[in-house]
């Protein structure tokens, strides 16, 4: 492919790395000041059970409102932030500002739900995490069972001393333990049961083709399985249509985050969303 494409692509696609070079530049030089200009901004997506539509529970999901390049998406900066050892800092603002979040709604009076926070594999490593979450729960008037964290196979791989203290601890202080973009990892399902997650989430890129395509339908199927008979909650990410989520509730999968319910939006938006409380997909397509 590149060969036949000759010069010419070649030239592109050193265009493009420039770019991309410049960018992570921009980023690593404006990332130590966004905390104190306070860029950062959650958005928040719903989680909805599969059967009844009821908001259960809501994701945070970090942007940064960056200077010169406008809202940036995670995928845009947690890496570099990651590399560049600023993640823990911005972990550690995410845990609170979801906490005061949170509280806010409540003393609204809308409907109770939880919240999820991703947390990278770093912040595992930190001895203080534990201490850092309940300080955040406790400081809004909060209890861990407010709480979800959903981290990657890859901390549960990290099976090193601090990072399975720190995980039974966040789970005797009761926050509620997910597994995010399962399947994507490399994690072996007797990790899993040593680690008692609550929750599964099966990963996109396995919802993406349901039904359609035989062997996610399978994968989708299995995982779904395997976590009812290890007492997991199970939730597909990424759902997009009225087909995905019939298969799902079909197989028994019992909640879905994706574009179809909603997209990720600024807390504004996420109130007038938890004041309807249910998001069925029939309603939502037929008064489109
Ligand atoms: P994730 O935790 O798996 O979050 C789900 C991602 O899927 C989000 O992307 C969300 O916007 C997107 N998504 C949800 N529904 C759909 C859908 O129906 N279709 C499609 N195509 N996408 C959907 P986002 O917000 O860009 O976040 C990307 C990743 O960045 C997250 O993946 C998570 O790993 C990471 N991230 C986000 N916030 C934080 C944070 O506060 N801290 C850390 N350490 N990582 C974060
Ligand atoms: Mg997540
Ligand atoms: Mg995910
Ligand atoms: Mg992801």
């Not at 530049?25 to 009821?54: C, K, N, W």
Request: with cysteine; glycine share 6%; charged share 25%.
């Amino acid at each position: 492919h590149a060969k036949s494409a000759g010069r010419n692509s070649y030239k592109f696609y050193t265009a493009d790395l420039n770019a991309r070079a410049r960018e992570i530049l921009e980023i690593e030089s404006q990332l130590r000041y966004a905390l104190d200009r306070d860029e950062f901004v959650l958005h928040y997506q719903p989680q909805v059970d599969l059967r009844t539509g009821e908001i259960i529970g809501a994701e945070a999901l970090i942007r940064w409102q960056h200077p010169d390049l406008g809202l940036l998406g995670p995928v845009r900066f947690i890496e570099v932030a990651e590399e560049r050892g600023f993640i823990v800092q911005i972990g550690n603002w995410v845990i609170q500002e979801a906490c005061r979040q949170l509280a806010q709604w409540r003393r609204q009076g809308l409907p109770r739900i939880s919240l999820a926070v991703n947390l990278s594999t770093l912040q595992f490593k930190q001895q203080d995490l534990a201490v850092h979450l309940q300080r955040a729960l406790s400081a809004h008037g909060l209890v861990g069972s407010d709480l979800d964290v959903e981290v990657t196979e890859s901390v549960i791989m990290d099976d090193v001393e601090t990072t399975i203290h720190t995980i039974d601890r966040i789970k005797s202080m009761g926050l509620q333990l997910s597994i995010d973009d399962f399947g994507t990892g490399y994690s072996s399902l007797s990790y899993l049961k040593r680690f008692k997650a609550d929750k599964l989430k099966i990963d996109r890129s396995f919802v993406r083709d349901i039904p359609m395509d035989a062997d996610d339908s399978a994968i989708a199927r299995a995982i779904i399985n395997m976590a009812k008979n290890l007492n997991m909650t199970v939730i597909a990410e990424g759902v997009e249509t009225i087909e995905q989520w019939k298969f799902l509730d079909r197989e028994g999968c019992h909640a879905a985050q994706g574009y179809l319910l909603a997209k990720p939006v600024p807390a504004k938006e996420f109130e007038k969303l938890l004041e309807k409380g249910v998001l069925l997909p029939e309603r939502l397509t037929s008064s489109a």
